[in-house]
């Protein structure tokens, strides 16, 4: 995305010449630069469908708008064919405020410029996407839906698959680079998109929806109304996994022996949340007796969460009509408070009596610092206290978004949500994010009996740059 930097140098370089018009002679006559702000203004618009949601350029943009409000005198003076001198009348302490203002605006654009990624020679080809829908499925309450997966690789017995459900906030698209990582550790990996306006192609991750996300994950687990919303996520997503799950065979060419490879199931947010309550149930690891476990990454698990009950002021005994007015008024008082949530909910895991699939929790860095733990309040719960074999891994310089693409492609998120507080960033966060997946798979592969026997080839272990978390139960040997 380094041609970006084309749009946004022509946004500061004709807000910036009008501003030089009163000091440079040579400019006085040029009667036509009153309408480079108002270009300017249309091309910072016009970054926004073209790149997707880029909150550097928001700076600019704001700049643009009141800049263009500031020059409306002189525009219609243009219009109206009026010769406008009144630039020579601008003082120089609002010049220099003006250019102080287009600094500030500008330095974001170059400051967390988009990181080149060139995919090596070959890699696109490997690339291939197919579609599929559900309108022939009868499942209640799922709507219908045009499903777009992208496949990463060759589908070969050999070759251990992983099928990874995206995050909501950037989908698809927000971990292709990790997917192409992936494959290029000898990984088939599949993931998907819906067919709409934040399909894979436009790469938008909007505004509006990006702020009811953000919520979601800051108050899901201390509010009971945001709460809802977190669950709505998780069984959305349990309808695509559970959909998407069974089309695979056929969708990967199986041979019609009814047998995938070896399959890592890894999922984002919600999605990784269901697949960590999946990771439990009986049904479920009968019908995929080829999933070798599950990665949950940067879930909450908002379902181990329920209601609090209100406190309701007690009358006392004997009290006149004064004390039960003023206990109504408390109960109606106390009513109209958020109504707030604790982690009392049952957990992945909770109460099994068999060999559920082993769980690798990756979160942010953020998790390790005691003051942002409760967010993750769930997840250490259902390390310490669950029955089932269980892991938790950190790269403790990680914020929640730098397991995806967001730390090459939105480099701004990275600095506005940082991981643990003074550890050292990764320097490869892509290849980390991938090399932990795909080690957790190794492992795994490792620990299977007939692994060797069916021919799998069990890809190599990868060193992991940043800084690791790891804590683990019920597996033996475990390391990333």
Same mark, same amino acid.
């Not at 929806?209 to 201390?222: E, F, H, M, P, S």
């Given at each position: ?260 490879? $070896? @399959?890592?199931? &890894? +999922?984002?947010?919600?999605? #990784?949340?269901?697949?960590? *309550?999946?990771?439990?149930? /009986? ?62 909910? $049952? @957990?992945?895991? &909770? +109460?099994?009596?068999?060999? #559920?699939?082993?769980?690798? *929790?990756?979160?942010?860095? /953020? ?66 994010? &991938? +090399? ?45």
């Amino acid at each position: 995305m380094i041609e970006i930097w084309v749009p946004e140098a022509m946004v500061v370089l004709f807000l910036a010449l009008p501003l030089f018009r009163p000091f440079v002679k040579i400019l006085w006559p040029l009667d036509g630069l009153v309408w480079l702000p108002l270009i300017a203004l249309g091309i910072a618009i016009g970054i926004f469908p073209a790149y997707g949601f880029r909150p550097e350029c928001l700076p600019i943009l704001v700049f643009a708008f009141v800049y263009n409000f500031a020059n409306l005198s002189s525009l219609v003076s243009s219009i109206v064919s009026r010769p406008d001198d009144s630039f020579r009348d601008r003082g120089l302490l609002s010049t220099v405020c003006a250019f102080v203002l287009l600094g500030a605006a500008a330095v974001p654009l170059f400051a967390f410029p988009s990181r080149v990624y060139e995919k090596p020679e070959g890699e696109v080809e490997s690339v291939k996407e197919l579609t599929v829908s559900n309108r022939m499925v009868n499942i209640i309450g799922m709507p219908y839906r045009n499903y777009s997966l992208r496949i990463y690789g060759p589908v070969q017995k050999n070759r251990p698959l992983i099928f990874l459900v995206p995050p909501e906030a950037g989908s698809a698209a927000s971990v292709d680079m990790v997917c192409s990582e992936l494959y290029k550790k000898n990984f088939t990996v599949v993931t998907y998109f819906y067919e709409d306006i934040y399909s894979f192609r436009k790469q938008p991750v909007f505004p509006v929806k990006l702020l009811r996300y953000w919520r979601i994950y800051r108050r899901a687990a201390a509010l009971a109304s945001v709460n809802e919303q977190g669950k709505a996520l998780e069984n959305e997503r349990r309808t695509d996994i559970e959909f998407l799950l069974t089309q695979l065979p056929a969708l990967l060419d199986d041979t019609g022996k009814g047998k995938l490879p $070896p @399959l890592l199931l &890894a +999922g984002y947010n919600a999605g #990784g949340s269901v697949l960590a *309550y999946m990771a439990g149930e /009986r049904d479920f690891i009968s019908q995929y007796n080829n999933v070798l476990g599950i990665i949950a990454i940067e879930c909450r698990l908002w379902s181990s969460y329920l209601p609090e009950s209100s406190a309701v002021p007690a009358v006392p005994v004997g009290g006149g009509v004064i004390l039960r007015q003023w206990a109504n008024i408390e109960s109606r008082l106390i009513n109209l408070l958020p109504q707030r949530v604790s982690r009392s909910g $049952p @957990l992945p895991g &909770a +109460g099994i009596s068999f060999r #559920g699939l082993p769980v690798l *929790y990756l979160v942010s860095g /953020r998790a390790l610092d005691p003051k942002g733990q409760k967010p993750y309040q769930a997840v250490f719960d259902s390390m310490r206290s669950g029955l089932g074999r269980v892991a938790i891994a950190a790269i403790q310089g990680a914020g929640p978004l730098d397991y995806q693409d967001f730390s090459f492609t939105h480099p701004i998120y990275s600095f506005l949500l940082p991981g643990q507080k003074g550890a050292e960033k990764s320097k490869d966060p892509i290849g980390d994010t &991938a +090399g932990i997946i795909g080690n957790f798979a190794s492992y795994l592969l490792e620990q299977t009996e007939d692994a060797e026997e069916t021919g799998v080839n069990i890809p190599p272990r990868y060193p992991i740059s940043g800084s690791l978390y790891v804590e683990s139960k019920g597996l033996p040997g475990f390391r990333l």
